[in-house]
């Protein structure tokens, strides 16, 4: 392990509320007289070691004190105990679109207004100025007032000047939110090139799959505790099972039956399966509902080593809730990398009939999903789930992360995640004949 650059121990921020403007300065005129406030924590003995070179990722719900915990870091924020050590006074941050600019500066003058801000001379600013134009890419309104830009311009310019002056730290808070995908791909190979040079990145997030992507570990906040660090796959998935769970209403009536595990075929009623290992997060209004579900080969037998180019399917074995909505009611699955990218997701409601019917309801089931593996030489995870697909967002009902496990295998070297089969063409053309 590296050295420590950034130490926290048992910091905390707190806030007086009031219940009414008036109470505040009730209480500002007798301070050892009646309390008219109470104490809000924005953070609570948060203690964290963050080590030189890492890149951490922070996820939690709005308001949860993310935000705080970096203008604690970066020197915006002080706070109300706990101790803090910072190796470092090379620390650029993105915190809040606008902060630091003046929006009747031009993008030029508030590029040097920056750079002064990070403790940078003009000469040493006027040295990254090409690097910080070409990144920013906004052409000539770099000569206009910043009160024109639109947030996607704005961001880019702010991330231009933070990327570009060499900082041992770099904390970046949403900032890439509103930014088009060709600007997000170049912050995050930009963000791998620092990462190879030893900068510590602090990346607060929304998106789980940048998280699992990039970062090193993650750190989890829920209404200023600290919640969770370590694995980032864990941790996200711990997150999003807590985003995402329900009250469970699963029926307490218990069905019994066996899976031959050989042939993956439902036999008499012996005994219960009732939970599945190794899985990574399980959520759902209906928790318990799906009781099996694996990878089989082309044989149709339950495999965790599929070939490059064979015929594979997903089973899942499921009971319909009685409370059902038919009409919405969806089972899907979900190949994903390690990383967590989905690349191949498939559910009954893709067509435009409807899969179930009425009678179905309280009835065990069985789905099998059947297509070719393009999947190249690497390890995947099955995620299988029901859902309600009444919206756009699907309620799920039962969703297991890590329901199998398996590997891609292809005996000759191949680049990218899919290998699809591609028709090539070839055309002799007569050029200055």
Known sequence: MSEKIISLNNLSKTYKLYNAPIDRLKESLNP??????????????????????????????NGSGKSTLLKIITGVLLQSSGDMEIKSDKISSILELGAGFNMEYTGIENIYLNGTLLGYKKSEIDARMDAILRFADIGDFVHQPVKMYSSGMFARLAF??????????????????????????????????????????LFVSHDVYSIRQFCDRAVWINEGDLKMIGDTVEVTSRYVEFMNTMENHA???????NIDQESGMVTSPEFEISSFSNVVSRWGSDQGAIVYAAILSRMGHPSDLITLGEEMSVKVIFKIPYNADINHFSCAFSIKSIQGMDLVVSTTRDGESVFFNEAMKG?????????????????????????????????????????????SINDRKQFGILNLPVQQKLQLLKVGE
């Open 363 to 407: 009835k065990y089931v069985e789905v099998t999903f059947v297509f070719q593996n393009w999947l190249n030489s690497a390890d995947y995870i099955l995620n299988v789930a029901l859902e309600n697909r009444e919206e756009q967002v699907p309620a799920y009902i039962d969703y297991i992360e890590g329901a199998a496990y398996f590997k």
């Open 32 to 61: 050892f007289g009646k309390k008219y406030s109470h104490q809000f924590y924005a953070l609570k003995n948060v203690t964290i070691d963050i080590y030189k070179g890492e890149t951490i990722g922070i996820v939690g719900k």
């Open 251 to 257: 029926d307490d009536e218990s069905d019994n039956f």
């Open 160 to 201: 231009a000047v933070a990327v570009n002056v060499e900082p041992e730290i770099l904390i970046v808070d949403e900032a890439l939110a509103v930014g088009d995908i060709k600007f997000q791909t170049k912050c995050f190979n930009k963000f791998r090139e620092l990462r190879d040079k030893g900068v510590t990145i």
